[in-house]
């Protein structure tokens, strides 16, 4: 059960309120990842203070490893992880197509095994995929779906598109714990008319909130807009969208202007690791020498603890020196630009801003 | 310029102050070692909490990179890694000598070079070696010595020893800002007689404190204890004494009893990457199958972050997923039970209950 109030809508952007079970969030919102129960790096004290309100765990992961005994015994992954605020599962259909060479699909579920347990062979269908988040206990859990590869044909995509509705009536059908909430998520890969399918099929199906799926998958950047352009229209109104697994800033900001409330991806941990840092100018990649003998912090105009304390050419020693701190920094870093970038995008939602924020954020992006 | 207070004395252990430029510390004390300046892994609120109250740099490692200068624009490297407490410096003799085959050794000094930096060549002088450390501006400097290999006959010991103490003169020579403490390194090798030349000359030197060098380089445990027990009694009674590198948990207990005030090693933090956990019970590997589903924390009786909030099977989970906030948790942890044995060691001492502190700790470790 969730209650989502849209606050403000300036143009497509909204600003909304979304309650779940163990919190209100803000939206547009973004959400970082912790598919493994740990978003790298970072401890729930760093998340907090860099201003995570919900975050990301991936369902595929945990029950391959460490396994739902385990997380049955904390009572489900937040005390396993010890993060107290809301958690949403991917229910894993992404990461289980991605073993391509080690799966097989049928109506039922799909069958594969994965080295990182020895190669034991799994079966998930639906129905387990969604056991399986409510033994997670996350806030809002995801439907099992097939994530169509890219690039497919017409007839391809139409089939897996179909599929996934199939599944997401059985995931419903199969949802027991009424605190949790289910959400569909919308395929049909670059097409237009079957992404306008499945989305009325989706909105008949009656999830609490409903996801773009299967993009981010390969495709060019205008392919991506096009289809997320498109489809958000379609959707419910007054129920929250989320764009899955994708986004640099500007995808995000491109997002909200389409009318999607919650975002997440890999991006802003994964960059720090390499080194390439978010400021209000655009990236910086300290491995650069120019940032070597730099005492400034990544970005002046940043409040966070990395910025506060630390200089460019600190971190670029620790990178370089392959220190673990270097890569903790960063990740605190590029964490709280993109959970300030939503900030600074409601507050222009809220004030019928937010095309003219679009435009400046676009303007202030000269490092490359 | 240092001053050294001993509080209390139960037999041969010493509980004393050591007021340093940047603060005073209690001991016995021990120092985390954060070689690149980064203690691995731990931000200095994390190395406070666990509770720390001095940590070692080592100046060959900074001067190699990333180099003085940058150092320099920081005003020493307390600024440049955000560290306010006191700072010991290790001069690096050890470890230019461990790079054996690429150093050419001379009465002035030591020529060589490292793949770290592409292979330039350095030369290390003791003169070099104090103004590197002023310039790193840390409140404790080592002079710079030859560290004797192991194993090394009589002959070459006395050489090396003689060496040491020429080049501890010119250390002392070349010392100028006084509001930095320069301290002594006695050699000698596992010669008892060499130890006992060094430790008399050093005397004479008239440093603010001396440390023990040249152990834990590949000689039995029983060599090391002999050689700290003959050469502590002959280090002067009213200053600083201090075993360089050295220290499992029952070393530092058998350096208190000969009566040692510090210690650094880097065995907590690395054998916490490796999931070797210090208890009040002895070691624990995590990554053994029975932590696996084990909700309680590493060590019921710790009062560390990471106990008070993780699991066993949380952290096991973590560094086989070779997530780096299973690091970051183990680190703390370590840290946190070494700095907490020396707060237990030290209030034995004050009631004059060393004796049967150890005696207690030996009987505890059931767990190896």
């Known amino acids: 059960m969730i209650e989502f109030n849209i606050i403000n809508k300036d143009n497509k952007a909204r600003r909304g309120t979304l309650k779940l079970q163990r919190g209100i969030i803000e939206t547009p919102q973004f959400m970082p990842v912790g598919t493994q129960a740990t978003v790298k790096a970072l401890k729930p004290e760093d998340l907090s203070s860099a201003g995570a309100s919900i975050i990301l765990v991936n369902a595929y992961h945990l029950y391959i490893r460490p396994g ?18 809301p958690i949403l599962s991917d229910s894993g259909g992404f990461q289980v197509f991605s073993l391509s ?21 799994h079966f998930i269908s639906p129905e387990k995929a969604i056991a399986i988040q ?10 099992f779906d097939e994530c169509t590869p890219y690039p497919s ?26 605190t949790q909430s289910l959400w569909g998520i ?59 697994g994708f986004g640099m ?3 995000i900001i491109e997002g909200v202007n389409a009318g999607i409330d919650l975002f997440d991806c890999v991006i802003p941990t994964r960059n720090a690791r390499h080194g390439k840092f978010y400021t209000s100018n655009g990236i910086i990649r300290i491995k650069n020498n ?39 920094l960063g990740s605190i870093h590029n964490t709280h630009y993109y959970l300030n970038l939503m900030k600074n ?11 003219k924020f679009r435009e400046e954020f676009y303007k202030s992006q000269i490092l490359k």
């Open 68 to 85: 739902l005994d385990l997380i049955e015994k904390f009572k489900g992954v937040h005390g396993f992880m010890n993060w107290k605020a």
């Open 101 to 121: 060479s080690l799966r097989k699909l049928s109506e039922e579920g799909v069958t594969f095994s994965t080295p990182v347990d020895g190669g034991k062979k």
């Open 134 to 143: 409510e033994t997670l206990d996350t806030d809002i859990s995801m439907c």
């Open 153 to 178: 044909t017409y007839e391809e995509t139409k089939k897996s598109m179909e599929l996934s509705l199939r599944w997401a009536e059985r995931c419903k059908k199969a949802h027991i714990h009424k």
């Open 186 to 244: 919308l395929q049909g890969g670059m097409f237009e008319d079957l992404r306008s399918t499945s989305a009325k099929a989706m909105n008949v199906l009656d999830f609490e909130g409903y996801a773009i799926g299967g993009l981010g998958v390969g495709e060019d950047k205008s392919a991506t807009y096009k289809i997320i352009n498109h489809t958000t229209p379609l959707m419910e109104e007054k129920k929250p969208r989320y764009l899955m």
């Open 249 to 251: 800033p500007e995808d």
């Open 290 to 328: 120019k940032h070597r003998d730099e005492t400034l912090p990544i970005d002046e105009k940043c409040s966070c603890y990395c910025c506060k304390n630390y200089s460019r050419s600190y971190i670029a020693h620790l990178l370089q020196c392959e220190e673990v701190l270097g890569i903790l």
């Open 345 to 355: 995008i409601r507050t222009a939602i809220e004030n019928n801003l937010f095309l």
